[in-house]
T-cell receptor, first 113, second 114 residues
Framework: KNQVEQSPQSLIILEGKNCTLQ??????????LRWYKQDTGRGPVSLTI?????NTKSNGRYTATLDADTKQSSLHITASQLSDSASYIC????????????FGTGTRLTVIP | NAGVTQTPKFRILKIGQSMTLQCTQD?????MYWYRQDPGMGLKLIYY???????DKGEVPNGYNVSRSTTEDFPLRLELAAPSQTSVYFC?????????????FGPGTRLTVT
């Protein structure tokens, strides 16, 4: 069973609309959660990292939330643009090292004009 | 800075052939990683290195080998390619071993084994 589950698998929205992507995790012990954006044919690029004590963090039009009690995170995209079309991947490490990361399968977002 | 570069971008191999995927980073990062990304699956760690001369297995190392003779380069070797190795391969680097450090990914190599 995946220790990081993302939903929905894919999403199509109109340009200018908002959307929210979900990430549920069971990884323990928990230290942080990171959201990556992966454009087609490219490697993932970090959007934001949420540590245990943080509930909300924004990066421009991207806002991530974390509820460590329910083990859920969301990524909210405001006023979507065509360039937001990409896969969004939730990543949760186990322990403190960087060699034990659990990657979600991603949400494929398509923004249409 | 070019960041993390990978070559080739695409490659088709026949079953049983061998090849080396190249990875170079110019950020002077000690830590480097190789991942594979299969359709509908999350990235899986193949091998990683914490510095020149030091490598260790990740979650899915079978069928692969790595070496790290310099800080900049971390090539991945496929011996006796199999269809199960058809995937997109990503190299990454980070400045530290803590997972609080961001990993910087290369653009990937799409490999098909037929």
């Amino acid at each position: 069973k995946n220790q990081v589950e993302q939903s929905p698998q894919s999403l199509i929205i109109l340009e200018g609309k908002n959307c929210t992507l979900q990430c549920n995790y069971t990884v323990s012990p928990f230290s942080n959660l990171r959201w990556y954006k992966q454009d087609t044919g490219r490697g993932p690029v970090s959007l934001t990292i949420m540590t245990f004590s943080e509930n909300t963090k924004s990066n421009g039009r991207y806002t991530a939330t974390l509820d460590a009690d329910t083990k859920q995170s969301s990524l909210h995209i405001t006023a979507s643009q065509l360039s937001d079309s990409a896969s969004y991947i939730c990543v949760v490490p186990r322990g403190t090292g960087a060699n034990n990361l659990f990657f979600g399968t991603g949400t494929r977002l398509t923004v249409i004009p | 800075n070019a960041g993390v570069t990978q070559t080739p971008k695409f490659r088709i191999l026949k079953i049983g052939q061998s090849m080396t995927l190249q990875c170079t980073q110019d950020m002077n990062h000690n830590y480097m990683y190789w991942y594979r990304q299969d359709p509908g699956m999350g990235l899986k760690l193949i091998y990683y290195s914490v510095g020149a001369g030091i490598t260790d297995k990740g979650e899915v190392p079978n069928g692969y080998n790595v070496s790290r003779s310099t800080t900049e380069d971390f090539p991945l070797r496929l011996e006796l390619a199999a269809p199960s190795q058809t995937s997109v391969y990503f190299c990454a680097s980070s400045p530290g071993t803590s997972n609080l450090y961001e990993q910087y990914f290369g653009p990937g190599t799409r490999l098909t084994v037929t």
